[in-house]
């Protein structure tokens, strides 16, 4: 079934990658926003819809071609080859890494660092990718084979984020049906992926793996702070600024009751019960008071029995029940 979707035209994998990430992160207690806006920019790119047309330059003026940038000096295809992509496949392919990936990382480094970190995989990987392709005409005289290779794609990102994702890791990965350990898991993807699925650029994902293993041996070595993160942490503060000023409500929930959470002290038993919440004893099942005494407590009293006489019948209660622990 072909759906048309501005001006491309789906064949059913768009609808089954926005259906995919929908339900990822419905059932995810975690919703990371810079992965989800990754995700969205390569996607509206492909699509190239109407209302952006005149914002996106078509494919041929940024493919990632290292005799054009560097002859031209052409930073347009350094920083936007990596967002398009040359079919529906490929899109969804790497989007469904991308989801993948950027959950665990983003998860787990804070979404601040974690763009910082794709901003600098993504520099790193089209910088070694634009290195190595010149160091082969130099060395080797390599002209037409890669350094007038055009390419396109988020994979070299991908296999930076793979670098980065397994590097402390000792468990055991799948690579396409193969087991391998996790550290050399985009390895052995390089080799294989080069193997099963033809016109694939393999400078430019061995480029991606390159530029893994220097941010990981940099970020290891050195103890301050990555002068991205410190960009990326300044424009959020910048932006978030001006809303320091409105006046802030209290927060309303649909759980429970709003209000303090401070434990509590049961009169009859003495026991301290963690929960403000709770409004019956955990010991003892007396009720709370509105007043923080207990309503056994309040009749008790009525009938003029002392306070330690009411704690000694509850202790004694207690000693003759049975608990199993």
Not at 85 to 99: K, R
Not at 134 to 139: A, D, G, N, P, R
Not at 156 to 162: D, I
Not at 220 to 241: A, K, Q
């Amino acid at each position: 079934m072909e759906v048309r979707i501005g001006q491309r035209v789906s064949r059913g994998m768009l609808p089954l990658l926005a259906l995919h990430t929908f339900s990822e992160y419905y059932r995810s207690d975690s919703k990371p926003p810079v992965t989800a806006a990754l995700i969205a920019a390569n996607t509206i790119i492909y699509l190239r819809p109407s209302l952006f047309d005149s914002l996106i330059p078509p494919i041929q003026q940024v493919w990632f071609n290292p005799h054009l940038i560097l002859k031209h000096k052409d930073l347009k295809r350094f920083l936007l080859s990596p967002f398009y992509h040359i079919g529906e496949p490929h899109l969804v392919y790497n989007m469904l890494s991308l989801l993948w990936k950027g959950f665990q990382l983003e998860t787990s480094m804070g979404s601040i660092n974690f763009a910082s970190m794709v901003a600098s995989l993504l520099l790193l990987s089209q910088g070694v990718t634009l290195v190595l392709s010149k160091s082969l005409l130099l060395l080797f005289d390599y002209d037409k084979p890669y350094y007038n290779e055009y390419a396109v794609g988020f994979s070299g990102v991908l296999f930076a984020m793979k670098v980065v994702l397994n590097s402390q890791s000792s468990d055991y990965s799948y690579v396409h049906g193969v087991i391998v350990p996790s550290r050399y898991a985009a390895w052995a993807e390089l080799l294989l992926v080069q193997l099963l699925v033809p016109g694939v650029s393999f400078i430019g994902h061995l480029g991606g793996i390159l530029a893994g293993l220097l941010y990981v041996k940099l970020r290891n070595t050195y103890s301050g702070s990555n002068p991205i993160t410190l960009l990326v942490r300044g424009v959020t503060d910048f932006l978030r600024w001006p809303f320091k000023f409105l006046p802030r409500r209290g927060r309303i929930t649909g759980r429970g009751t709003v209000g303090t959470n401070r434990g509590w002290r049961c009169q009859t038993c003495t026991y301290d019960n963690d929960s403000g919440l709770r409004s019956v004893c955990e010991m003892c099942g007396t009720s709370r008071g509105v007043d923080g005494l207990s309503s056994f407590q309040r009749s008790s009293r009525l009938d003029g029995l002392p306070l330690d006489e009411l704690r000694r019948r509850r202790l004694d209660r207690f000693t003759r029940s049975p608990f199993v622990y």
